[in-house]
């Protein structure tokens, strides 16, 4: 479902910069996946809530509170990128 949502948020954001930008990460994020599962249940749980969060802030039309959620999404994503490289 991640791939998915990211297209859909991609397609609606109607920006050729951020398109850019995402699609130079998602072939790692996609190559990591099995691996950053594994660094905790929480996180896939934690992914899961964030997407759906996003969604939602994008359906209802609040541009500032999608903002926000992708900003703090990214920020947990990098974090459980750092712990999925130390092991």
């Known amino acids: 479902h991640s791939a998915l949502l990211h297209e859909q948020l991609l397609a609606a954001s109607h920006s050729e910069v951020l398109i850019g930008f995402v699609r130079t990460y998602m072939p790692k994020v996609l190559e990591r996946g099995d691996e950053l599962e594994k660094t905790g249940p929480g996180d896939v749980l934690q992914e899961f809530e964030d997407h759906r969060s996003l969604f939602e ?3 209802d039309r609040k541009p500032d ?23």
């Open 65 to 87: 509170l999608a903002r926000r959620r992708m900003h703090d999404h990214l920020c947990a994503m990098a974090e459980q990128f750092q712990r999925a490289e130390q092991g």
């Open 57 to 59: 802030a994008v359906r």
